[in-house]
């Protein structure tokens, strides 16, 4: 999913996509939005979904945190992420039917400036069979002067015809794309992968065999930025933003036998 800072900003690196789709194309796509270059079908009513656990670079363990800072437009942007103890019960439809999920709620706090500015909570759960990890909405609290002035871009998979998008495959392909939310008007966010097997260093450390997303809004097809994950640990670069610090785990890493 775009983070909040780069909807608000057309590409921070620069270079243009040209991968091949690897995975399925779906030809039926339709409406202001879609592009049938990114899957937007999941088959969800396949999908045995938990709230717990990890795949190779999003963990839902409750306890775990991230911190990230970096400088736009002059101003010190500050993002803290943790994987709350709570969780949010969606239900979908899906091609056979309701269905309900419980999923994990990650919250992130933005700062600019040291003056909080804005509170997301991302509602997600992963397919215990693939390590799939699903975005089935978030809740949107924006802040002006210590009080919320908005819940622009809130929406929930179930609600509106919105339904649920993948945030993270359990298996990375080059060139593969996808739909992470397809909640139209609010959001319709996308994905490519665009490299694998890289080096990065930020202010957290030095880290191996990285991979490289592009995300892109099916709105606003200008707003893109390129977000870099490592193995085990999660984000550790999105656009100006780079990890500080991350960890601990607090619980036990969970599992889907509840």
Known sequence: MLSHHAVRNLLLWGGAIGLGLVGTMMLNASGP???????KHFGMENREFCNVGRNHYVILDPGYRMLMRGVEDGEVITVLTRVLDRTRRVTIQTAVGPKIVDTRVLEEREWIDGELAQVSRSFLARDRRTDDIFFFGEQVEVYENGEIVSDEGSWRAGLHKARAGILMPGSFLLGARYYQS????VTADRAEHYAMGVSKEVPAGVFEDCIVVDESSGIEPDEKVYKVYAPGVGLIKDGPLE??????LDLAEGRCDQ
């Open 243 to 248: 990890l500080v610090s991350y960890g601990p």
């Open 182 to 185: 397809l909640a139209l008007p």
């Open 33 to 39: 939005g879609w592009d049938m270059n990114f899957t």
